[in-house]
């Protein structure tokens, strides 16, 4: 079983900062790509930043110059550093990651529970 577990969500007020963790666990051959998507109430999930196993990062044009995403391989783990944090950005945050699974060797979508970013005014 693999399994994603997201972390440093809460609640803080504009302008400061919050560091959301991924944390990979189980039987992994490999993490491809990972990504931090989010979903505001009754709204579609969108992608907020990605990032590939080799380190390129792509972001959507609402953080960009604000949120960084990055990886430590060694550790299974991603993060997003989320600075200038706006009211807008509050949402369930969910990690994403591409998995390759030791059982099979195949790749395999896998979700974080999502954790939840209040940003007050």
């Known amino acids: 079983q693999v399994q994603l577990v997201e972390s440093g969500g809460g609640l803080v007020q504009a302008g400061r900062s919050l560091r959301l963790s991924c944390a990979a666990s189980?039987?992994?051959?490999?993490?491809?790509?990972m990504a931090w998507y989010r979903q505001h109430p009754g709204k579609q999930r969108e992608l907020v930043a990605r990032?590939?196993?080799?380190?390129?990062?792509h972001y959507a044009d609402s953080v960009k110059g604000r949120f960084t995403i990055s990886r430590d391989n060694a550790k299974n783990t991603g993060y997003l550093q989320m600075n200038s944090l706006k009211p807008e950005d509050t949402a369930v945050y969910y990690c994403?990651?591409?998995?390759?699974?030791?059982?099979?060797?195949?790749?395999?979508?896998?979700w974080g529970q999502g954790t939840q970013v209040t940003v007050s005014s």
């Open positions: 189980g039987s992994i051959f490999s993490i491809n790509a």
């Open positions: 994403n990651a591409e998995i390759s699974r030791v059982s099979d060797l195949r790749t395999y979508d896998t």
């Open positions: 990032i590939t196993a080799g380190g390129s990062t």
